[in-house]
């Protein structure tokens, strides 16, 4: 049997996939039908797919926000304990580029309560995977002993490798001075073989410094 009745609302189905109809009619006891609703499971399909298109194309907008540019395998880090600068500097602001933001921060312009009343950011902080390469890198500090602020944007364009796949950047703060370095894959052998520069990285990894001295390999 085809169709049936329940609480005033009569249904029929036709068989078939994708084509089967619902038609359900609420019924107004002293009158006509109030409303007739047809459902169609095709249309349904369709428009579930109309959203899963919106969805991606959503996401891929966000993307190319974050990104704005080519996305290369590599590292941004930097460890201010292992490497002893950050119990004489608090770290007020970075910038690796201006394309995604989890290679930037500013104590300043923070809009949560992670470093609420806390005079630093954090000395320590690792990013690696897909990112794009940054054109620039800006840090700004201040030196505990003494109150003094300083900051320093390095133009990266020609400084870095052509190829950042699977190296990485750190810097160094000593004094009134930044250090930029390049870390490679490349182990060294023998573990602590010169040079020893001021990251602790340089100690596992061949290592050269790309600012204040450009060092070409």
Same mark, same amino acid.
């Given at each position: 049997?085809?169709?049936?009745?329940?609480?005033?609302?009569?249904?029929?189905?036709?068989?078939?996939? &994708?084509?089967?109809?619902?038609?359900?009619?609420?019924h107004n006891r002293d009158g006509?039908?109030?409303?007739?609703?047809?459902?169609? #499971? =095709?249309?349904? %399909?369709?428009?579930?797919?109309?959203?899963g298109t919106i969805f991606v194309?959503?996401?891929?907008?966000?993307?190319?926000?974050?990104?704005?540019?080519?996305?290369? +395998? +590599?590292?941004?880090? *930097?460890?201010? $304990?292992?490497?002893?600068?950050?119990? !004489?500097?608090?770290?007020l602001e970075y910038s690796y580029?201006? !394309? %995604? $933001?989890?290679? @930037?921060?500013?104590?300043? +312009? @923070?809009?949560?309560?992670? /470093?609420?009343?806390? =005079?630093?950011?954090?000395?320590?902080?690792?990013?690696?995977?897909?990112?794009?390469?940054?054109?620039?890198? /800006?840090?700004?500090?201040?030196? !505990?002993?003494?109150?003094?602020? *300083?900051?320093?944007?390095?133009?990266?364009?020609?400084?870095?490798?052509?190829?950042? !796949?699977?190296?990485? &950047? #750190?810097?160094?703060?000593?004094?009134?001075? &930044?250090?930029?370095?390049?870390?490679?894959?490349?182990?060294?052998?023998? *573990?602590?073989?010169?040079?020893?520069?001021?990251?602790?990285?340089? @100690?596992? /990894?061949?290592? %050269?410094?790309?600012?204040?001295?450009?060092?070409?390999?």
């Amino acid at each position: 049997m085809n169709g049936w009745c329940t609480n005033g609302i009569n249904q029929t189905q036709t068989p078939g996939p &994708l084509k089967s109809r619902v038609t359900a009619s609420i019924h107004n006891r002293d009158g006509p039908p109030l409303e007739t609703r047809s459902l169609n #499971t =095709s249309n349904i %399909y369709q428009f579930a797919r109309l959203l899963g298109t919106i969805f991606v194309a959503t996401l891929l907008f966000l993307c190319g926000c974050v990104s704005g540019s080519r996305l290369v +395998h +590599h590292q941004f880090t *930097f460890d201010g $304990r292992n490497d002893g600068w950050a119990a !004489k500097i608090d770290l007020l602001e970075y910038s690796y580029g201006d !394309k %995604y $933001r989890q290679v @930037r921060d500013s104590l300043e +312009h @923070r809009d949560d309560s992670l /470093y609420k009343g806390s =005079s630093s950011l954090s000395p320590s902080k690792g990013v690696g995977g897909p990112m794009p390469v940054g054109e620039f890198m /800006y840090v700004k500090w201040r030196i !505990k002993a003494t109150g003094e602020v *300083f900051e320093d944007r390095v133009d990266l364009r020609n400084r870095l490798p052509r190829d950042m !796949k699977n190296q990485g &950047l #750190t810097f160094v703060i000593d004094g009134r001075q &930044l250090y930029l370095y390049v870390v490679t894959t490349e182990p060294k052998r023998p *573990f602590d073989s010169p040079p020893i520069l001021k990251t602790v990285e340089s @100690r596992t /990894y061949v290592t %050269y410094e790309i600012y204040p001295s450009l060092t070409k390999r």
